[in-house]
């Protein structure tokens, strides 16, 4: 039997070629940090579900993002958790509020630290919805007021871009609009376009404990099986504004993640959520992977899928160990 002339093995045999031939790669450029701001001084406790995740205090925010910044990562996002919660989220959209004071004193310590808001109401309503509920209802465009209010107190408070994760109708539009009519015409939106009805956000809702009361959000999250909807989802978001478009979660959904790279020539992130992160976690803590492995593989695949941005929880152990990686 004739060998064919082409060995593939003639490029894996040394480390060297290896690394000539690589497709994909990482950097600390394509990370951004997910952060939880809670209401306090001097708070940082871990979140029990997120091993290493804390809830910070806006002071404590702040040298958290020095060290961000050191590693060499360029943004952070921050969610909010608030002193009290209400039928309509008043304190998402409140000038005092924890991420408004976070926003302040980061941009003070870290002025080139970009920083990036979500906009949502699920952590600030009695009821976890992301939305105004009337009955059992969401009610869409009741809610695109309170997100336009949302956004403009996180710009007002020096915020640099921001994210409606909320995925109400027309959202993106409302809130381009509003800023604009305040004169931040400048600030982009990164949209949560395709943000599905996952399992995997389990830990996120314990750290920012907002489960909701009754039903779920299957009435607004997309359903898993469905593909061509996630695209009509991102095209609706690029004719609205959006800047950015995300894909969330990235692992169970690479495909979505590649199928939108191939529909849109704006930048792609993609959000490595808490049940991603805490599943290698878990299964590193139980000795059943190498954890430093898993993870740049992980990260790797997302990028690999057409991700130019990686929002994860990983982000700075994984700038410590891109150095270590070969592969």
Known sequence: MRFPAYRARRLRERQGWRRLVQETTLSPSDFIYPMFITPGSR?????????GQYHLSADMAVEEVKDVADHGIPAVLLFGLPESKDAVGREAYSDV??????????????????????????????HGHCGVVEGEHIANDATLDLLCRTALSHVEAGADMVAPSDMMDGRVQAIRASLDGKGYAQIPIMAYAAKYAST????????????PQFGDRRSYQMAPPNAREALREVRLDIEE?????????????LDIIARARQTTDLPLAA????????????????????????????????KRAGADMILTYHAKEAVRLLPTLDW
């Open 271 to 302: 959000y490595n959520v808490s049940g991603e992160y805490a599943m290698i976690k878990a299964a590193a803590a139980n000795g059943w992977l190498d954890e430093p492995r898993a993870i740049l593989e992980a990260l790797t695949s997302i």
């Open 241 to 253: 504004g959006a800047d950015i478009v995300m894909i969330k979660p990235a692992l169970p959904y």
């Open 43 to 51: 708070v940082r406790q871990e979140i029990s579900s997120l091993p």
């Open 97 to 126: 509020g924890a991420v408004q004071q976070a926003i302040r004193g980061m941009k003070k310590a870290v002025p080139d630290l970009l920083v990036i808001t979500d906009v949502c109401l699920c952590e600030y309503t009695d």
């Open 200 to 211: 995997f956000y389990g830990p996120f809702r314990e750290a920012v404990q907002s489960a």
